[in-house]
């Protein structure tokens, strides 16, 4: 193992990088009492760029959906790892950098403010009521709220009514203000909320949020392509359906060159992360209160995997039923449909209990929903972003949940690899 000093954090790898930072000695490194990052190497195409170490196994093991299962390295032999290396983990205080992208160095420097400058694109129904939300909840964490859209209005719009949100008692509410095209990446996070092809009201398809892949991830290509050449270096958020196959068109475009081959110059795939998850838990929480064998989902269960086919909601972890399981997976995802039936689009969960809510729990690294890369896909689960780093949560997981997820994934990749 090589040891490095990088500005106050620790530097460890196999890898030889005198180049980029100074060589320390051990007994340094065992004094440190910050931070710490491991450098290793990886295929881009299906390893994360970054992450929060958990297990000591993560930095030589490929990726696979057992990321979410603590038990997968229980036989490890510790003795293969320096004690160091392992007290950095104990104490969450080591950060995997992929050095296989050409920008590790530029992203390892990166630091995220206090607070943040949010962006957002698409002022439709779910655009308009997130920006309600952040306004109203995000005083603590967001300096400001750029908005953009192509109708001129809806930006007038908003700029009137957002900032016409008062609460006399608590005057520390981020400014919403209109921002040019030019300017959509000079933030911290860019928000994708733009939306076509929605089904009108009575003429839905049996999955509405996949009927809108086609025309969204062309716009989604767009401004994937305008944040690698803005050099982009924040969290590009997917808001609008179906955002794990939106978050996979947006890593896959954003890094092809001029003539379509992968150079990884563009977005990371730890900047890109889809929000859709936290209404189906929000959802599968309201129905789960309705019977008292499922009750237990609101401290015990967990949502895993796509906002829409695919998703699976389990009704605890350590006492997971698959039939109650699966029954709340169903009448969760048919939710949105119950909505429609009533005469209105469901936008309004979605956009504060994925969007809005999941956002600022985002920035303020606490445990939320969302999607992040796992072995080449997109998959929703339970995580929050530490100092730039995502932490996935880990569970004692059922054999047979292990099974759904390892179908949900290929599901997905069947749609869009």
Known sequence: MNYYKHNENIILTELNLENHFKTIDKKSVLNHNGYAFYVGERELRTSRSSFVVNFPWEISHKENLCLLDKNYGANCNLSEFPSEFLAFIKNKKIFYVNAKNPNWLTNINHCFPQKWEVHIVGLGDVGGTLI???????????????????????????LLEGNQILDINNLNM??????????????????????????????????????QFEGNSKVVTYYAKLARKASFKGIFAVVSDPVDLLCKVAFNESNKNPKGDYDFNGLSSSQIRGYGLGVMNARASYFAKQDEKTKAYIDEGRAFGPHGEGLIIANSIEHYDEYLSDHLTEKTKKANLEVRTAGFKPYIAPALSSGALSLLSTIRGQWHYSCNFIDGTYIGCKNRFVNGYTELETYNMPERLMEKLQQTKSYLDSIYF
């Open 132 to 158: 309600t939300g952040l306004r109203l909840l995000g005083g603590d964490c967001i300096s400001s709220i750029g908005i953009y859209d192509k109708d001129k209005n809806k930006v007038k719009r908003w």
């Open 174 to 211: 981020p400014e919403i203000k209109e921002i040019e095209e030019k300017e959509i990446f000079h933030c911290d996070m860019f928000v994708f909320c733009v939306s076509l092809g929605v089904p009108q009201v009575g003429k839905e398809s049996s999955d509405v949020r996949l009927a």
